[in-house]
C-alpha cells in the first residue's frame, strides 16, 4: 500500500492510515477554524467550526475507526502489532466519543448564550 490515505487491508496498513488520517484531519480542523474565527469576527464563525467539527468526526468515523474495528475483528498479526492496534483502535473511539459529545454540549451552549439579549424576543410571561 503506497498511499497511506487508501482502504488498508491489514492491521499494519490501517495503523499506518489511520494516524496520516487522524493527524491531516487535527491538522485542516485547526486551520480551518483559525482561518473562519479570524474571517468572521463576530459569533458567525462558529456556525463552519462546528460543521467542520462535524465533518471531521465523520472522516475519522468512516476512514479510521470503522475500518479499525472491522480489521480488529478480522486479524490474524502477531501479539505487538495486536497491542499497539488495540491500544490505537481504543483511543480513537473514546476520542470519538469525547469529540461527538463535545460538539453537541458545544453547540447547546454557544446557541444558548448566542441569543437574543436585547430583550425584544417574546416569551411565555408576556402574554
Not at 65 to 88: E, F, M
Amino acid at each position: 500500500m503506497r498511499n497511506p490515505f487508501e482502504v488498508p487491508v491489514t492491521l499494519p496498513q490501517w495503523l499506518v492510515s489511520s494516524l496520516c488520517w487522524a493527524a491531516s484531519c487535527v491538522v485542516v480542523f485547526n486551520l480551518f477554524s483559525w482561518g473562519s474565527m479570524w474571517l468572521w469576527k463576530s459569533d458567525d464563525g462558529m456556525y463552519s467550526v462546528f460543521a467542520a467539527a462535524g465533518l471531521v468526526c465523520i472522516l475519522m468515523w468512516k476512514r479510521a475507526i470503522k475500518v479499525g474495528w472491522r480489521l480488529w475483528s478480522d486479524n490474524k498479526a502477531g501479539l505487538s502489532i495486536n497491542i499497539v492496534g488495540g491500544l490505537w483502535l481504543l483511543l480513537l473511539t473514546a476520542a470519538f466519543v469525547l469529540s461527538v459529545l463535545g460538539i453537541a454540549f458545544g453547540t447547546l451552549i454557544w446557541i444558548a448564550l448566542s441569543g437574543d439579549s436585547s430583550g425584544s424576543s417574546v416569551g411565555w410571561g408576556d402574554f
